[in-house]
């Protein structure tokens, strides 16, 4: 491995992730221009690693939406800003709506016993915060799948999965800086303390402003990836 590659990611990290990180970061901050060609020899050489967790580490990009293959090699993937709008709003519909469900039925509940575990698991994150970096999102997504499952409607909360992994690919820009990580596990449990409480309407509020504040972070920095990545690129 290269010693730039090493002093970034640590020796220790496999030699797939390690590349796979260097990349993903390149890719999210601009640095590769749309219609540039990333092949396996090349990565190969820059990285001094073999062909192999090249091969591994394209894949994981391309599954997360940020590269696709061509004929020879990959080139990053142009967010549509349209397509982002639209899935934002998708995902705030189901997630609303699966509040709504039990707000409006006084019949149904929440699933206490599930929201506890919820909460024990995101109290834990607050004492002894994660790294700040894009893989994060998945275990976001875990938090408002298994909010939304909480609702007891399991295709609201498959519904929801499908949305989030269409949308993966651009909420990774939300936790790339700026304590991100840290407001979103504040926002989290305060959502599930209203709920805990009942009171599903304070609720849908503070989901609806943790959400759209999420998407403005997240147009903002796929704005500036994409004018980067534009630069000089024809």
Same mark, same amino acid.
């Given at each position: 491995? !290269?010693?730039?590659?090493?002093?970034?990611?640590?020796?220790?990290?496999?030699?797939?992730?390690?590349?796979?990180?260097?990349?993903?970061?390149?890719?999210?901050?601009?640095?590769? &221009?749309?219609?540039?060609?990333?092949?396996?020899? &090349?990565?190969?050489?820059?990285?001094?690693?073999?062909?192999?967790?090249?091969?591994?580490?394209?894949?994981?990009?391309?599954?997360?939406?940020?590269?696709?293959?061509?004929?020879?090699?990959?080139?990053?993937?142009?967010?549509?800003?349209? &397509?982002?709008?639209?899935?934002?709003?998708?995902?705030?519909?189901?997630?609303?709506?699966?509040?709504?469900?039990?707000?409006?039925?006084?019949?149904?509940?929440?699933?206490?016993?599930?929201?506890?575990?919820?909460?024990?698991?995101?109290?834990?994150?607050?004492?002894?915060?994660?790294?700040?970096?894009?893989?994060?999102?998945?275990?976001?997504?875990?938090?408002?799948?298994?909010?939304?499952?909480?609702?007891?409607?399991?295709?609201?909360?498959?519904?929801?999965?499908?949305?989030?992994?269409?949308?993966?690919?651009?909420?990774?820009?939300?936790?790339?800086?700026?304590?991100?990580?840290?407001?979103?596990?504040?926002?989290?449990?305060?959502?599930?303390?209203?709920?805990?409480?009942?009171?599903?309407?304070?609720?849908?509020?503070?989901?609806?402003?943790?959400?759209?504040? !999420?998407?403005?972070?997240?147009?903002?920095?796929? !704005?500036?990836?994409?004018?980067?990545?534009?630069?000089? !690129?024809?």
């Amino acid at each position: 491995m !290269s010693t730039e590659l090493r002093a970034d990611l640590g020796p220790d990290m496999p030699l797939r992730e390690a590349v796979y990180r260097a990349l993903r970061d390149e890719l999210m901050n601009g640095a590769v &221009k749309f219609g540039e060609r990333l092949t396996e020899p &090349k990565l190969s050489a820059r990285f001094g690693v073999s062909r192999t967790p090249v091969r591994e580490a394209l894949g994981l990009l391309c599954a997360d939406g940020l590269l696709r293959r061509e004929e020879y090699g990959f080139s990053p993937v142009r967010p549509s800003i349209p &397509k982002i709008l639209d899935l934002y709003e998708l995902r705030l519909t189901i997630e609303l709506g699966a509040l709504r469900r039990v707000a409006d039925n006084p019949g149904l509940a929440h699933d206490r016993a599930a929201l506890l575990r919820l909460r024990g698991e995101w109290t834990a994150l607050r004492d002894d915060p994660p790294a700040q970096e894009p893989g994060f999102v998945v275990r976001d997504e875990g938090f408002h799948e298994a909010l939304c499952a909480a609702a007891g409607n399991a295709e609201l909360a498959r519904a929801l999965a499908s949305a989030n992994s269409r949308i993966r690919h651009v909420r990774m820009f939300d936790f790339m800086a700026n304590a991100r990580v840290e407001t979103t596990i504040a926002e989290h449990l305060e959502i599930l303390g209203a709920v805990l409480d009942g009171d599903l309407e304070l609720a849908q509020r503070l989901l609806r402003a943790h959400i759209g504040e !999420s998407l403005d972070v997240v147009l903002g920095r796929v !704005s500036r990836a994409m004018a980067t990545m534009s630069m000089d !690129s024809d």
